[in-house]
């Protein structure tokens, strides 16, 4: 566990100087980016070695897996995200740990979140993942509105009781006119934040940036990167 918990403060050590650096070549604050660990297919002793690494964001994105990592972590003073995509079925459980779910795709989602944070008497802060490769559907390969569905659906959300918009989420587009265009694409969501926070002053949260790109994420003006790998090292098979 001694090795495991080096070679964890050793990764996170060196995610976090790449954080400060970008912070810095952007003008911006250490402070103003918060970093999320994913921490899908690790087990939960890692979540609490990260835990007592002051890790306090942890993301997971399927429930099977998360629910009972959270359970078993729920003595930590940890914030967990949902960042995968959910199906309605999954929402009861989910809202019994989350604080985020950053991948509010749909209507459908938004009523069932909400029926589910109020009969649990939480409050679920929710992003609106937006797709940049949407298609003629609307929808993204990886879940996610498009962006012309972004203010209709955090306005919904916005009146729906047990939630709290906060803002935006995207996944760099392997397809479209972004792919390979990661700080572009970055550079989209900004604008499109900016356009929200004109009418929901308060949804500030910007999610943006994995292990690869967490970079362009900051100097776009991200306000959480979402990292995985670069933490906990090389999935073995994510199945």
């Keep these: 566990m001694t090795d495991r918990r080096d070679e964890l403060a050793a990764?996170?050590?060196?995610?976090?100087?790449?954080?400060?650096?970008?912070?810095?070549?952007?003008?911006?604050?250490?402070?103003e980016v918060t970093l999320v660990v994913v921490t899908k297919t690790y087990p939960a002793s890692d979540v609490r070695i990260l835990s007592e690494l002051g890790v306090r964001h942890v993301a997971e994105n399927r429930d099977q897996d998360a629910a009972p990592k959270a359970a078993e972590c729920a003595d930590l003073p940890l914030t967990w995200h949902f960042v995968g995509q959910l199906q309605t079925n999954k929402v009861r459980s989910v809202v019994g740990y989350a604080g985020f779910v950053q991948s509010v795709d749909r209507s459908r989602l938004v009523s069932s979140l909400s029926r589910e944070a109020v009969r649990a008497g939480r409050e679920i802060g929710c992003l609106i993942q937006v797709?940049?490769?949407?298609?003629?559907?609307?929808?993204?390969?990886?879940?996610?509105?498009?962006?012309?569905?972004v203010m209709e659906l955090a306005g919904l959300v916005a009146r729906s009781e047990g939630l709290r918009l906060g803002g935006l989420m995207t996944v760099a587009p392997l397809t479209g006119e972004f792919a390979g265009r990661e700080q572009a694409a970055f550079e989209r969501l900004m604008d499109l934040s900016t356009d929200l926070r004109g009418v929901h002053p308060a949804a500030n949260m910007v999610s943006a940036g994995m292990s690869a790109d967490l970079e362009q994420a900051v100097a776009a003006g991200a306000t959480h990167v979402r990292v995985g790998s670069a933490v906990l090292g090389v999935r073995p098979g994510l199945g």
């Design 11 to 31: 990764n996170l050590a060196k995610v976090e100087e790449r954080i400060a650096a970008a912070c810095a070549a952007a003008g911006r604050a250490r402070e």
């Design 131 to 149: 797709a940049l490769d949407a298609g003629a559907s609307g929808r993204g390969e990886r879940g996610g509105v498009a962006p012309a569905g």
